[in-house]
Structure formats: structure tokens, C-alpha cells
């Protein structure tokens, strides 16, 4: 029994550090859109410069977060809240 509590315990956190993406996103400035499913997030950035506040900015291993800006001179300020 012991031996299966492991392993459910083992597999249920690799699931989830699979499954991390970034989360709790608040717009501080700028003029962005976010989209997402189980592995991809993007980040449409429609301004030139944005402020994002984020209670967590994790990246799970086979996952990927784009930012698609407007220009080359765009800028994008992320900052995580949490502890």
C-alpha cells in the first residue's frame, strides 16, 4: 500500500509541474490579450509597452509562453507577486 501511495504521489506532481504555465495575470499598463490551452500560452501584446503582474511564472517542461509584440521597439514589464 505504501509503495502505491508513492507512486500516485510521484505521478501527481509530475502532472502537475507538466501542466505549469504562468497564472493570476494582471494588466498593470498597456493593452494585451491572453490565450492559452494545457501546454501553449501566448501573450498578445497590442501596445507598444505593457506591465503584467503575475501571482506565479512557472514554464512546465514540453510547454511554451510566446509573446507576440507590435514592434521590435515594444516592451513587456513581467512582474511576479508571489512568494
Do not use: K
Not at 514592434?71 to 513581467?78: D, F, G
Request: net charge negative.
Amino acid at each position: 500500500m505504501r509503495v502505491f501511495v508513492i507512486t500516485f504521489l510521484v505521478l501527481f506532481y509530475s502532472c502537475l509541474a507538466w501542466a505549469e504555465l504562468p497564472n493570476g495575470n494582471v494588466t498593470i499598463a498597456g493593452d494585451i490579450s491572453i490565450s492559452s490551452d494545457t501546454q501553449t500560452m501566448t501573450i498578445h501584446q497590442q501596445s507598444n509597452q505593457a506591465i503584467i503582474e503575475w501571482n506565479s511564472f512557472n514554464i512546465g517542461e514540453n510547454n511554451t509562453v510566446t509573446f507576440q509584440q507590435p514592434s521590435t521597439s515594444a516592451s513587456a514589464l513581467n512582474r511576479v507577486i508571489s512568494g
